[in-house]
């Protein structure tokens, strides 16, 4: 295999191992934007991918467990925004709380439901999201340089993929573009200036736990019923705190927190394909070495080599209303 075909290969799998961190990072930010810190995305994730799993297995449709992964997370988001909104309680705590309780809890039923020591049983072809091949990609695949990219780099990927990347320039408008993101945004700078103006800080703080909690399900959904073919215990393996060190990276913006997380993908994939490899002078790459970067890399970014990152205003504070 030529260098070229190699590079074609590692960016296709980088594309397919960032779509959760995407998704995540998009979720992260509308919480944040809004004033909500939101550590939850682990557990909601793992909830989401848990709920997706056996309702498709159930079912055998990819689609209804989808559609249960987003109401088991959207429903922890209203968990998330009655114990942080209304009852004024602290968001990292209750974040914190709700990945403890999912990362029992998802085990605990998957005993009770499946004796599989946590595990859902594997889904059939019709219970998962199938890649999807792109008019005209078999017809080029052949064709030198382009084919490749289009084939192998462009097509041949699940919904789930491409919903994740045009969910970015989607986000970006709804936030910069619509009066509904201006009033998100204005929220997590200002609180008391928007209450002053007649909207209700505390129904647009619910709404942007709601839009955080809609895109963290496709992203649990994804894990369990599109990359892999069952839920496992603890799946999701950091990623929901990966996704908040991109969204960081990112300033809360769509686009760069979107980088961050092809550059995250882009490790992940690269240690798959590094585990074995023997580089000269140095020996054998090992493999705890190659999975562990993403984790080295996220500790590195948070520790302050990424430039001055600055939160909303209102992050994190909870809006008393003045009488």
Avoid at 166 to 188: D, E
Avoid at 301 to 307: D, P, R, S, V
Avoid at 308 to 314: D, G, I, N, Q
């Amino acid at each position: 295999m030529d260098n070229f075909q190699m590079i074609v290969l590692l960016l296709d799998a980088t594309m397919r191992t960032s779509t959760p961190l995407i998704l995540a990072a998009l979720a992260g930010m509308f919480s944040e934007r809004a004033g909500t810190i939101n550590l939850a995305l682990e557990g909601m994730m793992l909830g989401g991918a848990f709920s997706a799993a056996c309702v498709a297995y159930y079912t055998n449709s990819h689609w209804l467990g989808l559609g249960a992964a987003v109401l088991t997370t959207m429903g922890l988001s209203l968990l998330h925004g009655f114990a942080c909104i209304t009852h004024k309680g602290n968001q990292v705590v209750s974040g914190m709380a709700i990945n403890i309780l999912m990362s029992g809890l998802t085990a605990l039923v998957g005993i009770a439901l499946f004796a599989q020591g946590g595990k859902t049983p594997a889904l059939d072809h019709s219970a998962r999201f199938q890649p999807i091949t792109l008019p005209g990609a078999d017809a080029v695949a052949n064709v030198p340089i382009l084919g490749s990219l289009y084939s192998e780099l462009i097509s041949g990927h699940n919904i789930l993929v491409y919903v994740a990347f045009l969910a970015v320039p989607a986000s970006w408008w709804v936030l910069y573009r619509t009066r509904f993101g201006l009033r998100l945004r204005a929220v997590g700078e200002n609180p008391g200036a928007v209450d002053t103006a007649g909207i209700s800080v505390v129904g647009m703080r619910y709404k942007s736990v709601l839009c955080s909690g809609f895109l963290v399900g496709i992203s649990g959904a994804y894990l369990s019923t599109a990359q892999g073919a069952s839920f496992l215990s603890d799946m999701t393996a950091g990623k929901g705190y990966i996704a908040l060190a991109a969204m960081v990276f990112g300033k809360w913006r769509p686009f760069p927190a979107m980088f961050a997380c092809i550059l995250f993908g882009f490790l992940d994939a690269a240690a798959t394909r590094l585990q074995g490899v023997i580089l000269p002078g140095i020996g054998e790459v090992p493999v705890q070495l190659v999975q562990a970067l993403p984790y080295i890399l996220t500790v590195i970014l948070l520790a302050g080599f990424i430039g001055r990152a600055v939160a909303p205003k209102s992050l994190g504070r909870p809006y008393v209303k003045e009488r």
